[in-house]
């Protein structure tokens, strides 16, 4: 898993940037197998004024080719990196869930769809 963080009109030490890119492997550890990257960028948007003006948008690419995206505003960084994180694992898990719920369904329906096929079949020695 390929994680970036950019920040934009916010300091942040090059230390924090690689602790931070090390909690947010640790956050998704479960889920690594399906995730391909993962994109952080933090704001600033007000600057100095202070205010719910602290950005931070999560851009997940999965293995199989979907991207998640989750935006989150809090006057903490802190807070916006971890609901953001959080929330990326909900929405992970569901698609993965509605992923191999289809398949079994696709399953099922294909078991049915030969188990059918073979009663009405005739042999002829």
């Known amino acids: 898993m390929e994680i970036r963080v950019d920040a934009r009109n916010v300091e942040i030490p ?6 931070l890119a090390d909690r947010i492997n640790r956050l998704l550890s479960r889920l690594k197998t ?3 990257r993962v994109h952080i960028t933090l704001k600033d ?6 205010g719910r003006d602290k950005v931070c948008v999560l851009r997940t690419e999965l ?12 006057a903490k960084l802190g ?5 953001c994180v959080r929330r990326s694992k909900l929405l992970i898990d569901r698609d993965v869930k509605r992923r191999r ?20 079949a005739s042999y002829s020695h």
Not at 79 to 83: C, E, G, P, W, Y
């Open 45 to 50: 948007v007000n600057g100095p004024r202070g």
């Open 14 to 19: 090059a230390r924090s940037t690689r602790s």
């Open 34 to 36: 399906r995730i391909a």
């Open 101 to 120: 719920d289809r398949l079994r369904s696709d399953l099922k329906t294909a078991a049915s769809t030969v188990a059918t096929e073979g009663e009405h």
């Open 63 to 74: 293995t199989n080719g979907r991207h998640i995206v989750v935006v989150d505003r809090s």
């Open 79 to 83: 807070r916006a990196i971890v609901r």
